[in-house]
């Protein structure tokens, strides 16, 4: 059964020794037919949860946090 696979590079070095182990692991699985996606995360404009409570525009999330 062919599986779709999802990598997920966190490194910040965008040609670095991860990136190469990624291209091996991609050709190795795409080879006996899964399907390979990869997500260069120091690419993406991602800002996560700092525990402030101010972002959601929800009124009853925000007061879920423990922060307040």
Do not use: W
């Amino acid at each position: 059964m062919h599986k779709k696979i999802c990598i997920l590079n966190g490194s910040p070095r965008i040609n670095g020794n991860t990136k190469e182990l990624i291209k091996y692991f991609t050709k190795g699985a795409e080879t006996v037919g899964h399907e390979v996606t990869c997500f260069d995360l120091q690419k993406m404009n991602i800002h996560g949860c700092l525990g402030c409570c101010n972002g959601s525009k929800n009124e009853d999330a925000r007061s879920l946090c423990t922060k307040r």
